[in-house]
Structures are given as structure tokens and as C-alpha cells.
């Protein structure tokens, strides 16, 4: 599950990640706080969907990502206690790539792993909350605005105004 580019490669992430992790979210998501235990938690129950991108050596960005079902994300900050099944749906809770790896296909690399790990689990559909900052970013990546329910959009609400449920079906 390697992505090769160089001295940098995407691999599976282990506890041992999960400081980087919580300090690159906080730094580059501070509008959109999680504690570390919401990242330890998503590796402990998906593990083939959570990557860490080791960057000219470094650690330089992550994948959190999971079976998921329906068109209900997770809470912001929320432990999720165990996943559903069955699942009908792979969600990409996050990719975030450090400054000195933008514009380099990284996350792009880290989007072809999610779509992967999908495969695997049978799931033809990636789902995800973009918030407003990204929007322009998923949409460049293929995903398209899901229908959201009354439910839905309170949850959005407490990413930001503009936040919206995006899938896109895996080809």
C-alpha cells in the first residue's frame, strides 16, 4: 500500500504517528479542532484507511478514513464507538498535507489509496464533509454535493455555513 515518489511515501500509519497527526491538523485545520483520541480511535478501527506521508524523510501529512453507511457524517470531534455495517459507503474523514508538500499530487496519491482500500471492502462510493476552504479542491478531485437531510445539514452547521456532504463514485 506504498506510494513512491522519491524520498516520500505514503504507508500505513501506527500509533506512534498520532502526535504528528493531532500537531498538522491543528495547524493547518485550527477552525476545525480534534483531539488526538479521534484520530487513535479511526486507526484502531480502520487501520488499511488511516496513512502517514513520510516527506524527505519527515512526516509530512495523513489519510484518516473509513467504512462508513449512509448519508450521515460523523460529528466534528466525535468518537464514533464502533463502525456500521454493513457499510455501503468508504468516508474520508481527512487528508491534510504539510506546506512543504502542496502542489506535489500527494493528496491526490492519498485519495487513489482511499479509493483502494474501498475496493478491498466491496464499496464503489467515497463520501466526505468538505468544509468551505476545500470545496474547490474536492470538486477539482471529482466529488459533486450529496442529497443531506435536515439532520445532515445541523451537522454541517458545526463545521461552518458552507460545509457540504461531496461523494464520487470509484471508478
Request: glycine share 8%; charged share 20%; with cysteine.
Amino acid at each position: 500500500m506504498n506510494t513512491s515518489r522519491a524520498d516520500t511515501i505514503w504507508r500505513l500509519m501506527t500509533p506512534d504517528d498520532l502526535a504528528h497527526v493531532t500537531a498538522l491538523a491543528a495547524s493547518v485545520h485550527p477552525d476545525y479542532p480534534e483531539e488526538t483520541d479521534i484520530f487513535a480511535e479511526r486507526l484502531r478501527l480502520a487501520p488499511t484507511g488511516c496513512l502517514s506521508l513520510i516527506l524527505d524523510g519527515t512526516f509530512g501529512g495523513y489519510l484518516i478514513s473509513h467504512p462508513w453507511r449512509g448519508l450521515l457524517s460523523p460529528p466534528l470531534n466525535t468518537l464514533l464507538g464502533t463502525l456500521p455495517t454493513p457499510a455501503d459507503r468508504w468516508y474520508v474523514h481527512d487528508v491534510a498535507v504539510a506546506p512543504a508538500g502542496r502542489g506535489r499530487g500527494y493528496a491526490q496519491m492519498a485519495i487513489a489509496r482511499a479509493e483502494d482500500a474501498a475496493r478491498k471492502a466491496g464499496l464503489s462510493t467515497l463520501t466526505l464533509t468538505s468544509t468551505r476552504h476545500a470545496l474547490q479542491f474536492w470538486a477539482r478531485q471529482g466529488f459533486v454535493p450529496d442529497v443531506t437531510s435536515a439532520e445532515e445539514q445541523a451537522i454541517l452547521a458545526s463545521y461552518d455555513p458552507q460545509a457540504c456532504l461531496l461523494s464520487r463514485r470509484i471508478g
